[in-house]
């Protein structure tokens, strides 16, 4: 009984890691939309959405039939609860990366982010790939380290984002309100991004070593 | 067993619908601090999310306790489960509301809002208030009705939401791209606040119904 549970929970961690995968292909191809212009790219980011929400799906079924049919106490029940909210999390992050591709298709042909703050916000995409990436692993790997090391990532995202808010409020400022409030949001939604990525590698501590790093929902 | 499950279970609910009334009185006190420039008030939004949190820990143990206790199945597993997702949509509600008291915050003693914009802002604070008080009767009441009635409240806070947009991209614009910045966000989180209270109206209709009314987390 127990190598069963064992078993299916270790398959939905799996499929936790993969879904990271897809989210971080998705954060990919909306910034690559946004930075090109190139729709078809922001198109396929919109419509391959589906395919993340369905592993949501697929991951909670998953889990309700291990609650149902095993059900786990103490915590063993907490570590099913929290990939419950893993999958959630993940969720979330594939739609914000619809938000950044539905910027992108709003604009084009033009482009949403004006020249010179372009490289910013592509580091801010890097920062959100490279946080799906090591979610990944820190899923995979059930790694400790490497979730508190995320927090790091994050820490650089929210300086980018404080970047983005100087120069946009700087006298130089010269591309207008629309640029800004594009900015400002797709500033909001990488950020978001991070955090959820946090979030999940926060649950990880969670289920390894009982304790919560700290509140990361902000 | 039985009886006691369903005596635990209408106390989380309970719980669940006195987090709406604190959610609600956050979002009325962020609000006013956003339109009047009352610092004070920004803080005691600020300051009182921690109680929010509380509550959030509270009925996370509660519905822990009676999953270890009690071990429903099915429709009673699928109900504790909801009851869970829906404490971090009202714990999310909570952190919006800090948003926007931080936005009010940043710009004391100015507001942060312009004159013209104003109406429209109050009028965003208000659908998402009602929101709230209406989500708390659906948890109560276990009212599907009403929880199909909150779209209808929704699809107001996008139009709001949209005519903030068409006000700052208008030729008339005069307020510059702080205040532009300041509204995009503001607006993103009342939008934020409505969908997490559509998002758990939807839940008591799966409870109660067994059927997802339609996706809601957009």
């Known amino acids: 009984m127990r190598q069963a549970f064992h078993e299916q929970l270790d398959a939905i961690f799996q499929d936790l890691a993969g879904m990271c995968g897809d989210v971080e292909e998705a954060v990919r191809l909306a910034t690559a939309a946004l930075l090109t212009g190139d729709s078809s790219l922001a198109e396929k980011v919109i419509s391959s959405d589906a395919a993340i929400d369905h592993e949501r799906e697929q991951i909670e079924d998953s889990a309700f039939m291990l609650l149902s049919l095993q059900q786990p106490v103490a915590s063993d029940l907490r570590t099913v609860v929290a990939a419950l909210r893993m999958v959630s999390d993940l969720e979330r992050m594939g739609d914000l990366s619809v938000h950044v591709a539905k910027i992108a298709r709003l604009r084009v042909p ?3 982010v004006p020249e010179p703050m372009r490289p910013t916000v592509a580091r801010m995409a890097e ?3 490279e946080m799906c990436r090591r979610t990944a692993s820190v899923i995979t790997d059930r790694d ?3 979730a508190r090391e995320l927090a790091l990532a994050d820490e650089e995202m929210d300086g980018l984002r ?3 808010f100087a120069e946009m409020l ?3 400022w010269e591309h207008g309100v629309e640029a800004a409030i594009d900015v400002a949001l797709l500033g909001r939604y990488y950020e978001r991004i991070a955090d959820h990525a946090v979030s999940v590698a926060n649950r990880i501590v969670f289920v390894v070593t009982g304790e919560t790093p700290y509140a990361v929902e902000v």
Request: proline content about 0%.
């Open 110 to 112: 033009n482009l949403a």
């Open 127 to 129: 920062v959100a790939e």
């Open 144 to 146: 400790v380290d490497g």
């Open 162 to 164: 404080r970047a983005t």
């Open 170 to 172: 700087s006298a130089d």
